[in-house]
């Protein structure tokens, strides 16, 4: 089992930055994957960033060259720096890690945390 917890949310002008954190409850270093999802009202879940073991990362369109995903493995924590929020980034953002476990592929979910950024 693994515990999610974002924080760093808020409400933003548009054209600032925000900091999200994704504290897990396990070593990081032994999930396969985490990445930032986000849900805006009426609309679908979308990813946004991806960050692999190996370091690897992948951006949803809308956010390359604004958004960063980086991890720090010695607090098993996933950060998702944001600059140059625009109202369209309003969204409810979770955390998510994909863990294999005996060849089982998990998913598991933080509670989310609001980011408004106004116009």
């Known amino acids: 089992q693994v515990r999610l917890v974002e924080s760093g949310g808020g409400l933003v002008q548009t054209g600032g930055s925000l900091r999200l954190s994704c504290a897990a409850s396990?070593?990081?270093?032994?999930?396969?994957?985490m990445g930032w999802i986000r849900q805006a009202p009426g609309k679908q879940r979308e990813l946004v960033a991806r960050i692999t073991g190996g370091g690897a990362t992948n951006y949803a369109d809308s956010v390359k060259g604004r958004f960063t995903i980086s991890r720090d493995n010695d607090k098993n924590t996933v950060f998702l720096q944001m600059n140059s929020l625009k109202p369209e980034d309003t969204a409810v953002y979770y955390c998510?890690?994909?863990?294999?476990?005996?060849?089982?592929?998990?998913?598991?979910w933080g509670q989310g945390t609001q980011v408004t950024v106004s116009s």
């Open positions: 396990i070593s990081i270093s032994s999930i396969n994957a």
């Open positions: 998510n890690a994909d863990l294999i476990t005996s060849g089982v592929r998990n998913y598991y």
